[in-house]
């Protein structure tokens, strides 16, 4: 088990989660478009706050999932352009990954950039299973999941198709 570090593509950095981060990242997430297929809202400076503390700690409070967050960094200007998350089961290593780029930021490959990179760093860690769940009417990010390897499994979970794929 690898401990959280930096990942670098071609034009992305995606930097380990610190809750200093809810700051920049309220104005990434700030567009009610944006949650148009990932339900909820908004959130404030507030639950930004509370949830990134929550998350930085790294791990389920049983100790039976990693959590695993990065926000992702256009490399040239090092603007916050959304995050990069997975939520690894000890025992069997699978990972759900999930990404969110903020609307500003869509449509220049950055969720697949930004995807593939974390994926590829969970399979170096050891994860032998990914998956991800995505709202069925959401093109886009079906079209990441494809080209993360991942295939439709036909399973629905809270209204969304499990995509999954085994090393």
């Given amino acids: 088990m690898t401990s ?8 992305l950095f995606l930097e380990p989660l610190r809750t200093e981060h809810a700051g920049e990242m309220l104005d990434v997430l700030s567009d009610d478009r944006l ?16 949830q990134y503390t929550r998350q930085v700690v790294g791990h389920s409070a049983d100790c039976s999932e990693r959590w695993l967050n990065w926000i992702v960094r256009e490399a040239e200007t090092q603007a916050a352009t ?34 593939t990179a974390m994926v590829a760093w969970l399979r170096a860690d050891g994860v032998g299973r990914v998956m991800a769940d995505v709202h069925p ?12 390897g991942l295939a439709p499994t036909g399973e629905i979970v809270d209204g969304e198709l499990r995509w999954a794929y085994d090393a």
């Fill in 137 to 148: 009417e959401h093109h886009a990010s079906n079209a990441v999941a494809r080209r993360l």
């Fill in 35 to 50: 949650y148009r297929f990932i339900g909820g809202q908004p959130p404030t400076y507030a639950e930004l706050v509370d």
């Fill in 4 to 11: 959280l570090e930096l990942i670098q593509t071609a034009r």
């Fill in 82 to 115: 959304g995050y990069v998350q997975a939520t690894v089961d000890s025992e069997p290593a699978v990972a759900a990954v999930a990404w969110v780029i903020g609307t500003r930021h869509q449509g220049r490959g950055y969720a697949t950039e930004a995807a």
